[in-house]
């Protein structure tokens, strides 16, 4: 170790020198160091102003980074980077969730999960197989083990950006989203894998934390708040509707509802904002 250090103190270090200018390509602005005026750009610490060319308008937003690149040719571009704020649509939507069609909206928009756990099922059991047969903790074990993990790591992680996916189609097209508060507990006692696969709570959550982001309104309604029974148009509660009914006529006013979007429509009247 001393002799290692020796060598490094020794050493004869050369004078600084200037690195040439073709080694970079790129010149980025934070926030500052330049202004921006029509179609010229004034850098702060040259003192100069440089006229570009400026293919299409962007939005009042603040500028939030700019970049100038040069090509290998030598000619230069530049890249600016601004605050998106989505344009507000005025759609409201109440979200209905279920087992047969993963989410029912008010104005009968159906979306249907893929079920990932579903489709990577085979392999999770071979997998589990295949890591049964190995001996405990030994090294064909962890290696088998790793593989399991593997995949489900895979399903999750599909899983995960069909939601993130999803919630940005639903926070573009809607400016309040109002969905259901499910005991998903309950939920798993009675239908067991497949509330797991479908994921209601990662999904509200994303969907929740996607509203935020894009400024829109996301709303609950109230766990015992009934939606299903009660009839959208005059409010009659049809406490003789049974879970295999998909479709059924009010009594009351003789309106024939879809199950689902009905369970939709109460939940936007409850749990819409005012």
């Not at 020794?10 to 020198?17: A, C, E, Q, T, Y």
């Not at 995960?160 to 499910?182: C, G, P, Q, S």
């Not at 507990?185 to 209601?200: N, Q, V, Y």
């Not at 708040?225 to 479709?247: F, I």
Request: hydrophobic letters at 35%; charged letters at 25%.
């Amino acid at each position: 170790i001393r002799d290692r250090k020796a060598g490094k103190t020794k050493r004869k270090v050369g004078r600084p020198k200037i690195k040439p200018n073709h080694k970079y390509n790129s010149l980025t602005f934070t926030q500052a160091g330049f202004k921006i005026e029509g179609n010229r750009l004034r850098i702060n610490c040259l003192g100069k102003s440089f006229t570009f060319w400026k293919h299409r308008d962007w939005t009042g937003n603040p500028i939030k980074t700019v970049t100038i690149k040069r090509d290998s040719v030598g000619d230069y571009s530049l890249y600016l980077s601004c605050e998106d704020c989505e344009l507000l649509t005025g759609n409201v939507a109440g979200a209905d969730f279920g087992c047969k069609t993963f989410l029912t909206l008010s104005d009968n928009t159906r979306i249907t999960s893929p079920e990932f756990y579903k489709q990577g099922l085979n392999a999770i059991r071979s997998a589990n197989k295949a890591l049964s047969c190995k001996q405990y903790l030994s090294s064909g074990w962890f290696r088998a083990k790793r593989h399991l993990c593997r995949i489900h790591k895979k399903v999750a992680n599909r899983r995960r950006d069909w939601f993130f996916k999803l919630a940005l189609r639903l926070v573009r097209k809607y400016d309040t989203i109002v969905i259901e508060t499910l005991n998903l507990e309950g939920m798993k006692r009675l239908w067991g894998r497949k509330i797991s696969d479908i994921a209601f709570g990662e999904f509200a959550l994303i969907l929740q934390w996607t509203c935020a982001k894009y400024g829109k309104t996301f709303a609950q309604a109230g766990r015992w708040t009934a939606t299903t029974k009660p009839c959208s148009v005059c409010g009659h509660h049809n406490g003789d509707l049974t879970l295999s009914e998909r479709q059924w006529t009010c009594p009351d006013c003789g309106f024939h509802h879809d199950r689902d979007i009905n369970a939709a429509i109460n939940i936007l009247q409850v749990g819409a904002p005012a």
